[in-house]
């Protein structure tokens, strides 16, 4: 059973610009959730989508959005962006049902803003 | 806005059993006590969860006490690659799954 797979992994952007991250959740996921990770500010909760639709959304400004799609993968865009942007960004998949069960992460997405 | 309190780091020997406290006094009778680990640079790696029984993997023991506002997690042998930022979490499914600062572990040979 494949993991949680996101790409790219490594990232080098220019201020201003903006960039896309993708995630593909273990098969039969339906729940996403993204995670920006600095050293200063440990692992903070971006978003979490689940059947297409957002469903909990951490304290981070509009210039950070994401969708799902129909077969539950995922994407992260950042617009705008900024140096502090700069930071490991994770997506984690669980089933999402009512049941509590395990999330699993992805190994990251390491984003560079110069 | 983590739900946990947890020590900042500490150091274990290796081979033996590591026990890793966390504080949850606000905890809601529908959350569940979540364990992670975060090796440098890598996505956190899922240990062990548990409501309210303790729970054992081939991972880790997880102690729950009975009224639900501390738990401890036991690496029973730890090894050098068990060193890594452990974290405590209480979550309901639906919610947001929120992580604290951790606890640094280091395994000393």
């Known amino acids: 059973k494949a993991g949680v797979t996101q790409t790219p992994r490594y990232l080098i952007k220019t201020r201003g610009q903006q960039v896309t991250l993708s995630c593909s959740p273990i098969?039969?996921?339906?729940?996403v959730s993204w995670y920006q990770q600095t050293p200063g500010q440990g692992l903070q909760f971006l978003f979490e989508?689940?059947?297409?639709?957002?469903?909990n959304k951490g304290n981070f400004p509009g210039r950070f959005s994401g969708r799902q799609f129909s077969n539950s993968r995922s994407e992260m865009n950042v617009s705008t962006l900024e140096l502090g942007d700069s930071a490991l960004y994770l997506c984690?998949?669980?089933?999402?049902?009512?049941?509590?069960?395990?999330?699993?992460f992805g190994q990251g997405t390491r984003l560079t803003v110069v | 806005d983590a739900k946990t309190t947890q020590p900042t780091s500490m150091d274990c020997a290796e081979g033996r059993a590591a026990n890793l406290p966390c504080n949850h006094s606000?905890?809601?009778?529908?959350?569940?006590v979540y364990w992670y680990r975060q090796i440098h640079s890598q996505g956190p790696q899922y240990i062990i969860h548990?409501?309210?029984n303790n729970e054992t993997n081939e991972m880790a023991s997880l102690i729950i006490t009975e009224d639900r506002k501390s738990s401890t997690l036991i690496l029973p042998h730890a090894t050098l690659r068990d060193t890594a930022v452990y974290y405590c979490?209480?979550?309901?499914?639906?919610?947001?799954?929120?992580f604290g600062g951790g606890t640094r572990v280091l395994v000393k040979p």
């Open positions: 606000t905890i809601s009778g529908n959350e569940y």
């Open positions: 979490i209480v979550w309901a499914a639906g919610n947001k799954l929120t």
């Open positions: 098969s039969g996921h339906r729940s």
């Open positions: 984690a998949s669980s089933l999402g049902s009512n049941m509590n069960t395990e999330a699993f």
């Open positions: 548990g409501l309210k």
């Open positions: 989508y689940f059947s297409e639709t957002q469903r």
